[in-house]
């Protein structure tokens, strides 16, 4: 069983900055980045490998995100740049045990976290 939790939502202008936190216990998966905002479908925002050698993000944050990952922390980070209102949406980090190349369809993954808020005022 894996468990995930997210930490680093909050309020922030417009073209402000947050870094998201996702540990996770367990052995290294391939991990990403979902968002969910009211009335939305969640969607994809970026996954990284295992080993962090490959990643990939949506058009809508290309550029202004990165996903990263530390193994000998079980942590994986989402560093949003340039914020923008229409990020605003809640941010769940999930785990994908099968490993082989990154999905961006949320039903791949077997485990998620619970949530976190992220706010962008403008």
């Known amino acids: 069983q894996v468990q995930l939790v997210e930490s680093g939502g909050g309020l922030v202008q417009a073209g402000g900055s947050l870094r998201l936190s996702c540990a996770a216990s367990g052995r290294t998966y391939n991990m990403a980045w979902f968002r969910q905002a009211p009335g939305k479908e969640r969607e994809f925002v970026a996954a990284?490998?295992?080993?962090?050698?490959?990643?990939y993000y949506a058009d809508s944050v290309k550029g202004r995100f990165t996903i990263s990952r530390d193994n000998a922390k079980n942590t994986v980070y989402l560093q949003m740049n340039s914020l923008k209102p229409e990020d605003t949406a809640v941010y769940y980090c999930?785990?994908?045990?099968?490993?082989?190349?990154?999905?961006?369809?949320?039903?791949?993954?077997?485990?998620w976290g619970q949530g976190t808020q992220v706010t962008v005022s403008s």
């Open positions: 990284i490998s295992g080993y962090g050698s490959s990643t």
């Open positions: 999930a785990a994908d045990p099968t490993g082989g190349p990154l999905h961006t369809a949320w039903r791949i993954y077997n485990y």
